[in-house]
């Protein structure tokens, strides 16, 4: 069966920190790759999805995430983080041709102004 | 344009009462899917509809809970006999085109706001 693990369950940084997030996935075959973004009293939007080519997938906002396959992993960078990006981050994955998409547990970003 | 609606936005009931949640899709999209999400935890997948039919059902924890599409757009997932534990909030989404299709043509998925359930 699929999952997503986020290790981070919640972390706090200061502004202009660098940001990364970590999340490894369990599927033996192809997989599509999400990071959503929860913001305070909104509903998830997606921030970057990887579905072939370039691993490393820019995305909104300045993030982007590096799949390596060999590892599994997804992880979410921001070279700077601002205080506006305090959210709640959710990796995810598909197989290819599945419908239901397999969310992690979520990593609460908290940033100091 | 406007994104996927859900309501009510809050439902508060009893246990063992009824409770009907809508899904309005986003104009033009053929898929909807429904996800429960609990305190603390990521979204979990409950069913999937491509047109009128329920093309996954595989998430729904048991018999108490059934959805429809019977026009091919709005969605209602539907509750019977709730628990406490049955409270989350109900995510609802849609896609331009089902899944399946590989690589870059793949459809994202577009979440409304929720329906947040409290069984009291």
């Known amino acids: 069966a699929q999952s997503v693990s986020q290790h981070n369950h919640h972390v706090i940084l200061s502004e202009a920190a660098s940001l990364e997030l970590g999340c490894n996935y369990s599927y033996g075959g192809t997989v599509n790759l999400f990071w959503y973004v929860q913001y305070p009293g909104q509903h998830l939007q997606l921030l970057l999805k990887y579905f072939s080519g370039d691993p490393l997938v820019k995305g909104i906002k300045g993030f982007e995430a590096e799949f390596i396959k060999s590892k599994f992993s997804f992880n979410l960078r921001k070279p700077s983080v601002q205080w506006s990006d305090t959210a709640e981050y959710f990796c995810?994955?598909?197989?290819?041709?599945?419908?239901?998409?397999?969310f992690g547990s979520g990593t609460r970003l908290s940033i100091r102004p | 344009g406007a994104g996927v609606s859900q309501t009510p936005s809050n439902k508060v009931t009893e246990k063992g009462k009824y409770v009907e949640l809508r899904c309005d899709p986003i104009?033009?999209?053929?898929?909807i899917y429904w996800y429960r999400q609990s305190l603390g935890q990521g979204p979990e997948f409950l069913i999937y509809?491509?047109?009128?039919?329920?093309?996954?059902d595989s998430g729904l924890p048991n018999d108490r809970f059934f959805a429809v599409r019977p026009e091919g757009s709005v969605s209602t997932l539907k509750i019977q006999r709730t628990e406490r534990g049955d409270s989350a909030v109900y995510l609802c989404?849609?896609?331009?085109?089902?899944?399946?299709?590989?690589?870059?043509?793949?459809?994202?998925?577009?979440f409304g706001p929720g329906t947040r359930l409290l069984v009291l």
């Open positions: 509809f491509q047109g009128t039919g329920a093309a996954d």
């Open positions: 104009s033009g999209h053929t898929a």
């Open positions: 989404a849609s896609s331009l085109t089902p899944p399946g299709l590989a690589g870059d043509l793949q459809e994202t998925q577009y």
């Open positions: 995810a994955v598909t197989a290819v041709s599945a419908s239901k998409i397999i």
